[in-house]
């Protein structure tokens, strides 16, 4: 016999209101395997676009904000909008000046591993295909500057940083940490790699006039990705060893002045490439505007992109010396 039930007691088996019954989802909560608010492809693609370190404090906030407006495109524009001051004026808070030269010593070793390849491009469609605008010397000055501010920046770049990785290389070394000595070799693994790739190609799929449109357009993509691997690797060294003192504020400081004078080697490849379009017509890449000037915005945008990042992380070096 079933014992009597007291007044507003909930009987045997039941749920109490209120409640949430077993195997069930409460109310307000994600659904077990569901995505969590705010992680809509636009959504995580609008934080993509912030500063690492503005993720990790803001993240979670700005996704309920997200969520709780619908998640709709104009309020994902406009947060992927304001990711632009975020990095140009980060604020000053989140993070420390050590912190500040890592990771735009990251971000402006992938851009400028970007831009020396844009340039490559340039020296491989201009200085060695002979065109020099008779007439019209700017071009050739031009192809002067660019080479030395090339060089200058590569080296400037290139010793400014080897203390900073000969650092880091040590310490995975003595530490026993196998996945940074990786990340650490990729600058050297990577274009050896890439080189004795574009050495046998050129060798079985070479013609006299080098190899075709298409196979060229495969090196140059390869090279590009070589570039970002051997660029990506010391960024990731970076933010796993978190190193210190005053090997990063050389290689912060190097990288100021390697940017500087890598945009002077834009400034040349945009009056080169501006020149040839206006006087040179032997070469089909030069009929049009479209193809130069997509080329010239890739030119500006990884300009900024170094310029930017490595001017924060001089003015962090400059402060913490």
């Known amino acids: 016999m079933r014992p009597p039930t007291s007044p507003g007691a909930t009987p045997p088996g039941s749920t109490p209101p209120g409640s949430t019954p077993p195997g069930s989802t409460p109310p307000g909560s994600t659904p077990p395997g569901a995505a969590p608010p705010g992680s809509t492809l636009l959504a995580r693609a609008a934080l993509a676009l912030y500063p690492p370190s503005w993720r990790a404090r ?20 406009s947060v992927a909008w304001r990711a632009v001051p ?5 604020p000053r808070h989140l993070h420390d000046r050590p912190a500040r030269m890592r990771s735009s010593l990251a971000t402006a070793l992938m851009a400028w591993s970007m831009l020396t390849g844009l340039g490559l491009v340039f020296a491989q469609l201009t200085q060695l295909q002979d065109f020099t605008a008779p007439g019209h010397p700017e071009v050739r000055w031009a192809y002067a500057v660019f080479d030395v501010s090339l060089a200058l920046s590569a080296l400037v770049a290139g010793f400014g940083g080897l203390p900073l990785w000969l650092l880091m290389l040590r310490r995975a070394w003595r ?40 196979w060229f357009l495969v090196v140059v993509l390869a090279g590009f990705a070589a570039a970002a691997a051997a660029a990506a690797g010391p960024g990731l060294a970076l933010r796993r060893l978190q190193p210190r003192g005053p090997a990063l504020r050389l290689a912060a400081a190097a990288a100021g002045v390697a940017a500087a004078v890598m945009a002077v080697a834009a400034v ?22 479209t193809i130069p000037g997509v080329y010239l915005a890739l030119v500006v945008a990884a300009t900024t992109v170094t310029t930017v990042s490595a001017a924060r992380g001089t003015r962090a070096a400059l402060a913490e010396s």
């Open 58 to 77: 803001y993240g979670d906030e700005v996704r309920v904000l997200l969520d709780d407006s619908g998640g709709g495109l104009s309020a994902v524009a």
């Open 86 to 90: 975020a990095w140009i004026c980060p």
């Open 175 to 214: 530490e026993r940490r196998p996945r940074d000595m990786v990340y650490l070799l990729l600058p050297l693994v990577a274009p050896a790699m890439y080189l004795a790739a574009l050495i046998v190609t050129i060798k079985l799929l070479g013609r006299a006039n080098g190899v075709g449109p298409w």
């Open 268 to 289: 040349a490849i945009v009056v080169a490439v501006i020149g040839l379009c206006l006087w040179e017509h032997h070469f089909a890449g030069y009929h049009h505007g």
